[in-house]
C-alpha cells in the first residue's frame, strides 16, 4: 500500500506551491552529514545516477528538494527543475552540471542560502520519496572560509530537522559516531530518536566485529535504527543505473561475514530504500490527519476570502483575455458606427472649408479692389475688370483643387483613426498592458500605412475633372450661397471676437487712443511717400528746374551750380538725397517725441485691432453681397467667389469621402478586428494569456486566489480519499 506515499508527496508539490508560510506541511526525509561522510554517495545509490556535485570547495550551498517519483510503466528515466523550466532533463550530467551552477551562484559572501533548489526525478527504479539534502557539517574552518560558516550551515540544518520531517543522519563508519555532527544535531531536536534514522557509510573501511558494534549502538539507540551500507560508486557509464552494482558489491561484502545476517543487524542499500518507504508512509499516514484538518482550514480560509472579495466570482486567464479583446472590439465598433460617412464628411468638408476660407482671405479680401466686385454685372463695366475677376476666380478655384486634396484628406482621416486607436488603447484595461497596447498601435499602423497611400492617389485621381472645371446645377449653387454665408457669418463673429477681446485687455480708451496715433501716423507716413514721390516725379521729369528750387545760398558752390549733371563722388549726397535725409531726420525727431506715449506692444495690438475693424468691415461687405439678389443667380460665380468656392470644397468633399470610405474606412473596420482576434485574443496561446492576465495586478491577485482555491479543494478530495482507503485496509485487517 504504497500509494498513500506517492499520493501524499503529489500532494506536497501542489502544497508547496501555494503555501509560502509552511503551514501546510507533509514530512520529508532530511539528509544531514559532515562533509565527506559519504552522503551524497547514499543518495546517489538511491537515486541510481551521479548527479549531485561533487569537489572540494564546498558544492552543496543550497537545500536541493530531491521529489523522487517512481514511475512503473515506462523506461524513460529523467530530472526536472520545476522553477527553472527546462523540461525533462535526460542527461544526468546535466543535471549535476545544472545543480553545480545553482550552487555556485550562492555569493562566495553569503556562502549558504536557504533557499532550496527544487528537482524531481521520474523513473521506474526510483521509490516513492521525499528527500532533502543540506550541506554537509564542516569540522575545520579552512582559511578562506569565514568563521561564522559553521554556523550558518548548522543553522541551515536545524531549521530542517524540525517536526514533522525525519531525519536521516550519515555517519561514516571510520569515525567515532561520538564525533558524528549528525548525530549531535539530530540528538537536539529528536532526543528519543523517534524519527532519526542512522546511516553508517564506509562499513567496508571496518572490520565485521567492529561494524556490527557501531550498528548495534547502545550510547545513542535510535528508533528507527541504524543501516550500514557500502556505497562507493563503482565507476561506469553514466547512463546505466548504479543502484544494483552498489546492492551487488553490498551483497559480496555483507555476506563473507557471518555477524551481518544476525538478527537486529540491518545492512544495505537495498534495506534502506525499503525502511526510508516504510518510515515515510507510516510518517505520512500519522500526519494524515492533522494534515487535513490544516488544509480544511486553509481551505475554509481561501473561500471566505474568496466570496469576500470576488463575491465568488469565476476568473480565468482566458476569460480576462477574451474579455479585454471583447470590450476594445465593441468600443472600436461603437466608433466606428458612430465614425460612419456624414461625420468623414463633415471632418473633411470643414478642413476643405478652413482652405477655402484661407483662399478668400488671400484673394478676395485683402485686395483693394474688392469693392468693385458686386458692380461687376452692370454694363458699363470694362471688359478688363471682367477679366481680372474671372482670372482671380480661375485661380482661386485651382489653388483649391490643386491643394493636395488627396494626401490631406486622407492623413486627416488617418489621423482620425490613429488618434482613436491611440486612445483605446491607453483606457482601461490595456492601461495595464503595454506590450498589448503597443500591438494594438502598430496593428493601426500596419493597416493604415499600407492603405494611405493607395487611398490618396485615388482620391487625387478621381477629383482630377475639378482641376479643370467645376459645373454646378442650381441646387448646388442655392447650396453653396447658404454655406458661404454661414462660414463669412463666423468668420465675421470671430474677428468681432477677437477686435472684443482685444478692447477687454487693453480698455476701450487707451485703445482709441493708440489707434488714432497709429492712424495719425500712417497718414503721415502716407503724406511722406507722397512727397517723396513727387520729388523724385520732378527730378526725373525737370532736373533744371528741380535743382532751381533746391538751390539753398549755403550750397550754392560753382562747382555744383555749373556742373549739374556731372559725376558726383560718392561721399557727397546729391541735394535731393540731403533734403530726404533732413525731412526723414526731422520726423524721427517728431516721432522719437511722441512715442513715449506709446509702448510697442499696444501699437502693435492697436494695428491688429486696426486689421480686423477692416476685415470685419469687408466681411459685412461680403456678407451683404452674398445675400443680394446677385448671388441667387448661379450665373455670377464671379461676383460671388465665396459661394463659388464653397461648392468646389463640398464636390471635393463628397469624392474624396467615397473613395476615402471605400479604400480605407471600410478596410480598416474589416481587418481590425481580425488582427486583435489573432494578435492579441485567445488564440495566443495559454502562456501569452497567462502571462497577460497578471500584468493587471487586480486579475492577478484574483486568479491567484482562484488557483489556490482549486488547488486546495483537489488537495482536499485526494487526502479524503486517502484516508477512507487506509479506513478500508484497517476494516479488512480486523
Ligand atoms: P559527502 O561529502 O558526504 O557527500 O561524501 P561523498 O559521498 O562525496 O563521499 C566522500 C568520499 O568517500 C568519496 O571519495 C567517496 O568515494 C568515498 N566513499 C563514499 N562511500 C564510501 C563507502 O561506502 N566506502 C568507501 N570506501 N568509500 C566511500
Known amino acids: ?184 544535531s539530530s540528538r537536539k531536536v529528536d532526543p528519543l530518536g523517534l524519527r532519526t534514522v542512522g546511516v553508517i557509510t564506509k562499513m567496508d573501511l571496518v572490520e565485521p566485529e567492529r561494524g556490527v558494534a557501531i550498528l548495534r549502538n547502545q550510547d545513542y539507540p535510535l528508533h528507527l535504527g541504524y543501516i550500514g551500507v557500502v556505497c562507493r560508486a563503482p565507476g561506469g557509464s553514466s547512463k546505466e543505473n548504479i543502484t544494483q552494482a552498489v546492492i551487488k558489491t553490498e551483497d559480496a561484502h555483507f555476506r563473507s561475514s557471518y555477524q551481518y545476517s544476525q538478527r537486529g543487524v540491518f545492512v544495505g542499500t537495498g534495506t534502506l530504500r525499503r525502511k526510508l518507504m516504510d518510515i515515510l508512509e507510516e510518517n505520512m499516514g500519522s500526519n494524515l490527519g492533522s494534515i487535513i484538518k490544516a488544509v480544511q482550514r486553509e481551505l475554509d480560509e481561501t473561500r471566505y476570502q474568496f466570496k469576500v472579495e470576488y463575491n465568488d466570482q469565476k476568473m480565468s486567464a482566458e476569460s480576462y483575455v477574451a474579455e479585454s479583446v471583447d470590450k476594445l472590439k465593441h468600443r472600436f465598433k461603437d466608433f466606428s458606427r458612430a465614425f460612419g460617412k456624414p461625420q468623414v464628411r463633415l471632418e473633411i468638408r470643414h478642413m476643405l472649408e478652413q482652405r477655402m476660407l484661407d483662399i478668400c482671405a488671400q484673394r478676395y479680401w485683402s485686395d483693394p479692389r474688392i469693392n468693385e466686385l458686386p458692380q461687376l454685372d452692370s454694363s458699363s463695366t470694362p471688359e478688363e475688370d471682367r477679366l481680372y475677376w474671372d482670372l482671380q476666380l480661375d485661380l482661386a478655384s485651382s489653388a483649391l483643387t490643386k491643394s493636395g486634396v488627396g494626401r490631406q484628406t486622407t492623413q486627416r482621416v488617418v489621423d482620425i483613426l490613429s488618434r482613436t486607436m491611440e486612445q483605446l488603447a491607453e483606457a482601461e484595461p490595456f492601461n495595464h498592458h503595454p506590450h498589448a ?77 493708440a489707434i488714432n496715433f497709429v492712424i495719425e501716423s500712417d497718414r503721415e507716413e502716407a503724406r511722406r511717400a507722397q512727397r517723396r514721390e513727387a520729388v523724385a516725379k520732378l527730378r526725373e521729369s525737370n532736373p533744371r528746374q528741380y535743382l532751381e528750387d533746391q538751390v539753398r545760398p549755403s550750397r550754392d558752390s560753382p562747382s555744383e551750380s555749373t556742373e549739374p549733371h556731372g559725376e558726383h563722388s560718392q561721399d557727397d549726397d546729391t541735394p535731393a538725397q540731403e533734403d530726404d535725409r533732413s525731412v526723414r531726420e526731422d520726423e524721427d525727431e517728431l516721432e522719437a517725441a511722441m512715442r513715449p506715449h506709446f509702448n510697442p506692444k499696444l501699437l502693435v495690438k492697436a494695428r491688429e485691432a486696426l486689421s480686423l475693424r477692416d476685415r470685419a468691415l469687408i466681411l459685412k461687405y461680403r456678407l451683404s453681397a452674398l445675400k443680394s439678389k446677385t448671388c441667387k443667380n448661379s450665373k455670377n460665380k464671379a461676383q460671388c467667389p465665396e459661394a463659388f468656392l464653397a461648392v468646389v470644397a463640398e464636390k471635393l468633399a463628397y469624392t474624396s469621402v467615397m473613395f476615402i470610405q471605400v479604400e480605407l474606412m471600410n478596410e480598416f473596420v474589416f481587418q481590425l478586428p481580425r488582427m486583435i482576434d489573432s494578435r492579441l485574443g485567445v488564440k495566443t496561446g495559454q502562456e501569452a494569456m497567462e502571462k497577460f492576465a497578471r500584468e493587471n495586478p487586480l486579475v492577478g491577485k484574483h486568479l491567484e486566489l482562484m488557483e489556490k482555491r482549486m488547488k486546495l479543494e483537489e488537495v482536499w478530495e485526494k487526502l479524503n480519499y486517502l484516508v477512507r482507503r487506509q479506513e478500508e485496509a484497517k476494516a479488512r485487517k480486523w
Open 1 to 184: 500500500f504504497m500509494l498513500l506515499t506517492k499520493k501524499l508527496i503529489e500532494v506536497r508539490n501542489v502544497l508547496n506551491s501555494i503555501d509560502h508560510n509552511d503551514t501546510l506541511k507533509l514530512p520529508s526525509i532530511v539528509v544531514i552529514g559532515s562533509q565527506s561522510s559519504g552522503k551524497s554517495s547514499v543518495l546517489e545509490a538511491i537515486v541510481g545516477h551521479e548527479f549531485l556535485p561533487k569537489g572540494s570547495n564546498m558544492v552543496t550551498r543550497r537545500p536541493i528538494e530531491l521529489t523522487l517519483i517512481h514511475t512503473p510503466h515506462t523506461k524513460e528515466e529523467y530530472g526536472e527543475f520545476p522553477s527553472l523550466g527546462l523540461g525533462k532533463v535526460h542527461d544526468f550530467k546535466r543535471i549535476q552540471e545544472t545543480l553545480r551552477d545553482l550552487n555556485m551562484a550562492v555569493p562566495e559572501s553569503e556562502c549558504v542560502s536557504s533557499k532550496p533548489i527544487e528537482l524531481r526525478i521520474y523513473s521506474p527504479n526510483v521509490p516513492d520519496l521525499t528527500m532533502i539534502d543540506l550541506p554537509g557539517y564542516i569540522q575545520i574552518t579552512s582559511k578562506n572560509q569565514p568563521i561564522s560558516l559553521k554556523e550558518k550551515i548548522s543553522e541551515l540544518c536545524e531549521k530542517y530537522i524540525q517536526e514533522p520531517n525525519i531525519i536521516l543522519a550519515v555517519c561514516a563508519a571510520d569515525v567515532d559516531l561520538a564525533n558524528s555532527e549528525a548525530l549531535r
Open 437 to 513: 497596447a503597443d500591438t494594438i498601435k502598430t496593428m493601426t499602423h500596419e493597416i493604415l500605412s499600407s492603405r494611405s497611400q493607395a487611398t490618396a492617389d485615388q482620391v487625387e485621381n478621381t477629383i482630377k475633372p475639378f482641376k479643370y472645371e467645376v459645373e454646378c446645377t442650381d441646387g448646388e449653387w442655392t447650396e453653396g450661397v447658404k454655406r458661404s454665408i454661414a462660414l463669412v457669418q463666423t468668420e465675421l463673429e470671430m474677428c468681432e471676437d477677437a477686435l472684443a477681446k482685444i478692447k477687454t485687455t487693453v480698455g476701450t480708451k487707451k485703445l482709441r487712443k
